[in-house]
């Protein structure tokens, strides 16, 4: 935090924020946040690992801070290749809120960390129980 204060300058508490120069005078000369670009970029790469494409001179201030906080990932962004297949899916269900609102209840209850979690473990044990998958098929939950 000590680095984003000395990328911003002796004169941050005149300058004021970005946004709210723009907003008092509409426009603005964006020399100052030019000239602090690349520090700012510094920082960023140092705290998140990952460079940014993000022209706001706000952003690489607030998003090392977010990381710092424990709000954000830090590290490089993994993404699959063009054409990979995927290795999780997304499975569609569709209930009632009432269902919903007995459902996180009972996950919250149960110490399941999340819905999900409860519905995976719920689905897994079901599974088992029925032994309707064969022995190298098995459902664990996470």
Known sequence: MRKIGE????????RGCVADRRADDGAHDDSADQALRPELHAMYREVLGRETRSSDSAYPVWKPRQAQN???????I?????????????????????E??????????????????????????????RNALLPDQALAPR
Do not use: H, N
């Not at 990328?7 to 005149?14: E, H, I, R, S, V």
């Not at 424990?70 to 490089?76: K, L």
């Open 78 to 98: 993994e993404r699959r290749a063009p054409g990979a297949a995927a290795t999780v899916k997304v499975l569609p269900l569709r209930m009632t809120a009432a």
């Open 7 to 14: 990328a911003l300058g002796a004169d941050a508490g005149d």
């Open 70 to 76: 424990g709000r954000i990932r830090a590290g490089p």
């Open 100 to 129: 919903v609102d007995a459902l996180d209840e009972a996950w919250r209850r149960l110490g399941f960390r999340s819905r999900t979690a409860m519905i995976r473990a719920v689905i897994a044990t079901y599974v088992a129980d």
